[in-house]
């Protein structure tokens, strides 16, 4: 990693202007949330989206039936799992076609007016700009909306995300590393190299979309609360030009809610991508104390618990070293590489189910974690490599989806590995955010329909937290 360009986080942050009264920007926002009556349908391409909210569904399908649900609820705002950051790119296309289609015909049936939140990775990776293209272009062919231009909001404080002067930036301690220069940028599917929110954009479009012809919200402009200034700008954007938010705290992308809001409800249309904090603050959602042992665990079946990790970035590995000194969990290795030799690949998975089986039976905590080195198949197999890490990801899975005992908990690694433990091992429709265990790290209550009703299931993103994080969960959870 390339420290030359990192800022420290303490002297910029206080080298930036003063920070605006929350309270004030707060009085603003509810007043423009009062008559704001479009429904938000945030699209979340793994199920870590929610890490800001509680009280809010999340349907794992969009079938018309989910979709009419989320319409008819009181709640503003909805999700929608897709887990498209699983998918290949033609996967993707044909999902949010679908999608976009049958949120217009809802829309249509129930006179209801909406927005489309297309929530990706605070660290800039996933299906871009491909997803918000297909769904402006299908949500215009069937309908008269014109879209003028697409937000783009990758903070998430949480997570240590913050977009300064346009540039983005991943908090690593004290520093401040431009994204293009992280881990997340070599992403062998998604990888990018600029930094520069406008520039990204334009890496990402192949130029068709120039970084000269976006927008940007400055963090001035912003913390002067300019509001007919910011207005004005968001006002003057046409052609789905991309309109770059900066922000470093909450208030920050408050009052950027409050100009988007007015600007809409003078007329304009957006799309947005954004991380999980817009969510928040768009659906009026407020703060929530972390999640206590005794919200978590309703019972106590002498069961114990289920951890399960498939993500391979840097930190998960870091956290999975600090969890091994937990003396309470049994640690069972998923030996993945077998997945080239498909017989001694369901014998693995057998030997997995009946080891975590009889642990957990016998009230153990179990750790079943994927052999750490990745797959390389070699140059230019990007879509062999994908396709082989869906099979692994079918096989984690099938592990929870076998298991014959429930476990007290369950907590799952990584946003895909967690996204499909969710809808294809416990087969969740529709699961309610408890709120979060950790800063960023969401919980969901299975729905009635699930494998296991009403279980506590921690969605563990890969790459949220500290070393330490991880092992202070599972230490939470421990009864």
């Not at 303490?10 to 007043?31: C, G, H, I, M, Q």
């Not at 603050?281 to 019972?299: A, H, Q, V, Y």
């Not at 490599?385 to 929870?400: F, G, Q, Y």
Request: glycine share 8%; aromatic share 8%.
């Amino acid at each position: 990693m390339n420290h030359s360009s990192n800022l420290t986080a303490k002297a910029t942050f206080a080298s930036l202007p003063a920070v605006p009264d929350e309270r004030a920007v707060n009085e603003l926002l509810a007043d423009e949330l009062l008559d704001f009556n479009k429904k938000i349908i945030v699209l979340d391409d793994d199920p870590t989206g929610v890490q800001t909210v509680h009280g809010i569904s999340v349907y794992t399908d969009w079938s018309a039936e989910s979709i009419e649900l989320g319409f008819a609820e009181r709640n503003s705002m909805f999700f929608v799992l897709t887990n498209s950051r699983g998918f290949t790119a033609a996967e993707t296309e044909r999902a949010h076609k679908e999608i976009a289609k049958v949120i217009q015909e809802t829309a249509e049936k129930q006179n209801k007016e909406f927005i489309i939140i297309s929530r990706g990775d605070s660290t800039l990776r996933g299906h871009y700009p491909l997803e918000t293209e297909v769904l402006k272009n299908t949500v215009e062919a069937h309908s008269d909306m014109k879209f003028n231009g697409e937000v783009i909001m990758p903070f998430f404080k949480e997570g240590g995300r913050f977009t300064i002067n346009n540039n983005h930036y991943v908090q690593d301690e004290d520093a401040l590393v431009p994204a293009g220069e992280t881990e997340f940028a070599k992403d062998r599917t998604f990888g990018f190299k600029a930094s520069h929110l406008g520039d990204w954009a334009e890496e990402k479009s192949n130029g068709i979309f120039k970084a000269d012809d976006a927008v940007y919200l400055s963090l001035e402009s912003i913390r002067d609360l300019d509001f007919d200034g910011l207005v004005s700008q968001l006002m003057a954007v046409e052609d789905f030009n991309k309109v770059i938010v900066n922000a470093v705290e909450y208030v920050d992308a408050k009052v950027v809610v409050i100009a988007l809001i007015r600007a809409i409800k003078a007329g304009k249309q957006f799309l947005f991508r954004s991380a999980a904090a817009l969510t928040k603050i768009i659906g009026g959602i407020d703060d929530k104390p972390l999640l206590t042992k005794e919200e978590l665990m309703k019972e106590d079946s002498g069961h114990g618990g289920l951890i399960m990790i498939g993500s391979h970035v840097k930190k998960t590995t870091e956290q999975f070293e600090a969890l091994q000194t937990c003396d309470f969990i049994e640690f069972i290795e998923f030996d993945v590489h077998l997945v080239l030799h498909p017989n001694k690949f369901e014998a693995e998975i057998q030997r997995v189910i009946e080891a975590s089986e009889q642990l957990i039976r016998k009230g153990k905590t179990v750790t079943v974690y994927t052999k750490r080195e990745r797959l390389d198949l070699g140059e230019n197999k990007k879509e062999e490599e994908l396709k082989l890490s869906v099979k692994i990801s079918d096989a984690v899975t099938s592990i929870v989806k076998q298991l014959e005992v429930r476990p007290s908990f369950i907590i799952a690694k990584g946003g895909i590995t967690s996204s499909d433990i969710g809808t294809n091992g416990l087969g969740v429709k529709r699961a309610t955010v408890a709120g979060q265990v950790k800063p960023g790290i969401p919980v969901w209550l299975t729905g009635g329909e699930s494998k296991f009703p009403g279980m506590a299931y921690v969605i563990f993103p890969g790459n949220v937290g500290s070393k330490a994080t991880l092992k202070e969960v599972a230490e939470r959870m421990h009864q």
